[in-house]
């Protein structure tokens, strides 16, 4: 079973960049598709991106494509979200999730973290 724990929110002005992590503890990490999904007040949790367990492929949600970029350091037992161009729209509760396959996917993940914010001021 993978564990998952997210850091690297805060508060940036628009136009600013963060990097999210997800440090990852277990020894199966490599088996997993790794994906990040966000949560604004108010709304429903949303796909953000995934990637492969080999990090060959990844999957980008339109509102973020060209801005974002995940990849992973699987030796590190770590998956990583770039926010690149960020606006007040991006402002939500960032969750790592896993889910146990070798596909792509976006949806269907088992393991979640706990959630990191990220606040993007006008």
């Known amino acids: 079973q993978v564990q998952l724990v997210e850091s690297g929110g805060g508060l940036v002005q628009a136009g600013g960049s963060l990097r999210l992590s997800c440090a990852a503890s277990?020894?199966?990490?490599?088996?997993?598709?790794m994906g990040w999904f966000r949560q604004a007040p108010g709304k429903e949790r949303e796909f953000v991106a995934t990637?492969?367990?080999?990090?060959?492929?990844?999957l980008y949600a339109d509102s973020v494509k060209g801005r974002f970029t995940i990849s992973r350091n699987n030796p590190k037992n770590t998956v990583y979200l770039q926010m690149n161009s960020l606006t007040p729209e991006d402002t939500a509760v960032y969750f790592c999730?896993?889910?146990?396959?070798?596909?792509?996917?976006?949806?269907?993940?088992?393991?979640w973290g706990q959630g990191t914010q990220v606040t993007v001021s006008a």
């Open positions: 990637i492969t367990w080999s990090g060959g492929a990844a």
């Open positions: 277990g020894r199966t990490f490599n088996n997993y598709a």
């Open positions: 999730a896993a889910r146990d396959t070798y596909g792509l996917v976006s949806r269907g993940f088992e393991i």
